[in-house]
T-cell receptor
């Protein structure tokens, strides 16, 4: 499994764009990059998944450079309810390493 | 509800006791996963079922842990002779697209977990 490195914590104000970068230098050819969000006392929730270039859905964008050794989750105009832990996962299957994630705090 | 259901939500037991945790996946999801999450850590993979069979149990920490899914739907995680170090939140997830060794395009849907406390 590819090892991932992401910041332990980040702070943002409401309405700002937040970018969380994840490093995964030893990503394998078949590996996908998946991001999950977790609120306290809840299970993780899928945000977005990509393989290369850019993926966008209704809640986030995922930017993946050509070498795929990193990825950036972009959350546009965050609100207080986006305060959560965000996990970057890299792998081709189910036994994904969640790591410690990035704890995002959004304040007014 | 249409989500993954886990019971009990909380379980307090004494060291040495036997515990069962139940997971009811989303209807139609053939793949089921158990994860364990300790305080301040991300979820850690335990076991994966495809249908009734355990396709991968490499994450089970030792032989005190066992899981079954006899009819390909509900799953039970069983922990024998519990230890204080087993205290954690046990998360169950299900998905439509099981990992097949190829590119993973499957989204995992997680339940809210069962918090186990071993005194």
């Amino acid at each position: 499994l590819a090892k991932t490195t992401q910041p332990i914590s980040m702070d943002s104000y409401e309405g700002q764009e937040v970018n969380i970068t994840c490093s995964h230098n030893n990503i394998a050819t078949n590996d996908y990059i998946t991001w999950y969000q977790q609120f306290p006392s809840q299970g993780p929730r899928f945000i977005i998944q990509g393989y290369k270039t850019k993926v966008t859905n209704e809640v986030a964008s995922l930017f993946i450079p050509a070498d795929r050794k990193s990825s950036t989750l972009s959350l546009p105009r965050v609100s207080l309810s986006d305060t959560a832990v965000y996990y970057c996962l890299v792998g081709e299957g189910y036994a994904l390493n969640f790591g410690k994630g990035t704890s995002l705090l959004v304040t007014p | 509800g249409a989500g993954v259901s886990q019971t009990p939500s909380n379980k307090v037991t004494e060291k040495g006791k036997y515990v069962e945790l139940r997971c009811d996946p989303i209807s139609g999801h053939t793949a089921l996963y158990w994860y364990r999450q300790s305080l301040g850590q991300g979820p850690e993979f335990l076991i994966y079922f495809q249908g009734t069979g355990a396709a991968d149990d490499s994450g089970l920490p030792n032989d005190r842990f066992f899981a079954v899914r006899p009819e390909g739907s509900v799953s039970t995680l069983k922990i024998q002779r519990t230890e204080r170090g087993d205290s954690a939140v046990y998360l169950c997830a299900s998905s439509l697209n099981p990992a097949s060794g190829g590119p993973n395009t499957g989204e995992l849907f997680f339940g809210e977990g069962s918090r186990l406390t071993v005194l």
